[in-house]
Structure formats: structure tokens, C-alpha cells
């Protein structure tokens, strides 16, 4: 490969890096073209973005990130594919869904601006909430308050009606 092809690879993936939020390094050593292809039909069918580097490219385009991408430099071995995407549990439930051999497997992710190295992270990557999930617990959790409040005043107005509704049909 050419010196000029690789420093376009790099930026292609340095492009990539800046415009999603979320990134993980997934092994797919072992799959062969079907499995592959199945798989990147998943990824765009989920909206993220599959991409298979050379590691030494990806290495140099982690190093000319603003965000030092270092705890994921061990993970750069044998075949790696990169699934870019901007909702940070996606991914893991994919790789969780397809990988049920092992294959493919999680190297390393950066998910949330923090990193989770090796296959036993995939589980806390799933159970990562997307910023949507967590405002509309948010808003759940202080709509409650206002409902409660508003179904007693309503229930409260209807019990004293009928308390004094019977009270006056009390013989003296």
C-alpha cells in the first residue's frame, strides 16, 4: 500500500472518530464472508457504522485524536473491525445478539467517555442507558410527584361531595 493511501485511510478514520461519540473495537477473526456480510447488514440495519482497519492505521488515528484513545492500544491485535455509531449500548446489544461462538468478540470499546477493555465488559455495555433513556426516566421520575398530587385533589374533591351528599340525606 501506498505511504499516500494510508495517510488517507487515517484521516478517513480520524474523520470518523471526531464524528461519532461512541467506538468499539470488536475481533472478527474467524468469520468468513457470509458471516460478515450478515453482520454489517445488522450494523446498518442498527445505524452504526462497520469498519474494518488495518491496526497499525487505526493506531495512528487514535494517536492524532483529541481524546487520548491509549487503554485501547493493547486491544489492536489480529482482526479488528470498528463499529462507530452515537448511541453507546447499540453496538454491545448486536455483538451480544451475533456473537453467540464467541465471534465476533469484544476487544475494547470507548462508550460514554470512558473505556471498557475485554469481552467481559460487554455485559456493562448493555446495560449502558442512552441519553434519551435517561431523560425520560428523568421526566417520569418528576411527572410522578405532580400526578400523585393532582389524582388526590381530584379523588379528595369527589369523597367530600359524597360525605356531604349523605350527610345531608341523614334523617334528623
Known amino acids: 500500500m501506498k505511504k499516500e493511501d494510508k495517510a488517507i485511510i487515517i484521516e ?3 474523520e470518523q472518530i471526531k464524528e461519532y461519540a461512541h467506538l468499539y473495537l470488536v475481533d472478527v477473526t474467524g468469520m468468513n464472508a457470509e458471516a460478515t456480510s450478515a453482520l454489517r447488514r445488522k450494523c446498518f440495519g442498527a445505524d452504526i457504522k462497520m469498519v474494518v482497519a488495518k491496526n497499525t492505521l487505526l493506531h495512528k488515528a487514535f494517536e492524532a485524536a483529541e481524546v487520548d484513545y491509549t487503554p485501547l492500544y493493547d486491544c489492536l491485535k489480529g482482526t479488528t473491525a470498528v ?4 448511541t453507546a449500548n447499540a453496538p454491545a446489544k448486536l455483538i451480544k445478539e451475533v ?3 464467541g465471534v465476533p468478540a469484544l476487544k475494547g470499546a470507548y462508550a460514554e467517555e470512558g473505556f471498557y477493555v475485554g469481552a467481559d465488559q460487554l455485559e456493562t455495555l448493555c446495560a449502558i442507558k442512552s441519553k434519551a433513556e435517561v431523560l425520560a426516566e428523568v421526566v417520569a421520575l418528576l411527572q410522578s410527584p405532580a400526578k400523585n398530587v393532582i389524582s388526590a385533589l381530584q379523588s379528595s374533591g ?3 361531595h359524597g360525605v356531604l351528599k349523605t350527610l345531608g340525606e341523614r334523617p334528623e
Open 12 to 14: 478517513k478514520l480520524g
Open 83 to 86: 463499529f462507530f455509531c452515537q
Open 99 to 101: 456473537g453467540k461462538d
Open 158 to 160: 369527589q369523597t367530600i
